[in-house]
């Protein structure tokens, strides 16, 4: 799940960019808002986090823009003002949630969860599933005919990526800029790699493979009984 940060204080952003990536996140961290709101109308994410005081456009005007613009996506505001008029006027610009700083990590990953499962409909949409294969993107949980397996954050990215769209073949570019964050680069096998451990965990042993190379292509995860 990707998430966007737009915060300018560079300790606040940085903090927060770790602490979400290393609970399995993909993050984006905006230093201001016209960044924000560059990448908000431009990509594809699950959830913002805004500061409200901001560089150029403030985290307001930032929202009322994002919206203008017909994107949906849930949102938290950060500020340091313990104000009622700011919250009130946030809830009114469609903040789903709204944080005052200082905060503790633990309930900013609480209240993003909240609303990453609001945003989703409920808990059961959190899940994907092919064949008896489960991945539960909340608890950061895969099982394979109910028994867990233990997959790295990359693991666990990958994955998620090939069951988002099962069926398809996907480029060795696409899985590098959706799960490293990077442009590919044919020298680094970092994704064979990857992928050869993520196959060892999900099909080794198995009747139905469900990862397969496709030689000059890419990868691609879908039902094959093997003969
Ligand atoms: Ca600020």
């Known amino acids: 799940m990707k998430i966007l940060i737009v915060e300018d204080e560079p300790k606040t952003g940085d903090y927060l960019r770790q602490g979400l ?6 993050v984006d961290l905006a230093r201001d808002g016209t960044d924000g709101l560059h990448l908000a109308q431009h990509q594809s994410y699950d959830l913002f986090i805004l500061d409200v005081m901001l560089p150029g456009i403030d985290g307001w005007t930032l929202l009322a823009d994002i919206r203008k613009s017909g994107v949906q996506t849930p949102t938290m505001f950060l500020t340091a003002r313990d104000q009622v008029s700011d919250k009130v006027k946030g809830l009114e610009l469609g903040a789903d949630d709204y944080l005052v700083k200082p905060f503790s990590f633990a309930e900013l990953l609480a209240r993003v969860r909240t609303l990453l499962r609001r945003g989703r409909g409920g808990i059961e949409s ?3 599933n092919i064949a008896d294969l489960e991945l539960d993107l909340l608890r950061r949980r895969v099982t394979r005919s109910g028994k867990r397996i233990d997959l790295t954050a990359k693991e666990f990215g990958l994955l998620e990526l090939l069951m988002r769209r099962q ?16 442009n590919f680069d044919s020298d680094t096998n970092v994704i064979e790699v990857a992928m050869r451990r993520l196959r060892v965990k999900i099909d080794d042993g198995q009747g139905v493979k469900l990862i397969h190379t496709v030689r000059g292509m890419g990868y691609v995860l879908e039902v094959t009984e093997v003969e």
């Open 126 to 128: 959190a899940m994907l």
């Open 167 to 182: 069926g398809e073949v996907l480029p060795r570019s696409l899985i590098a800029s959706q799960v490293w964050d990077m």
């Open 21 to 26: 990536t290393e609970a399995g996140f993909t």
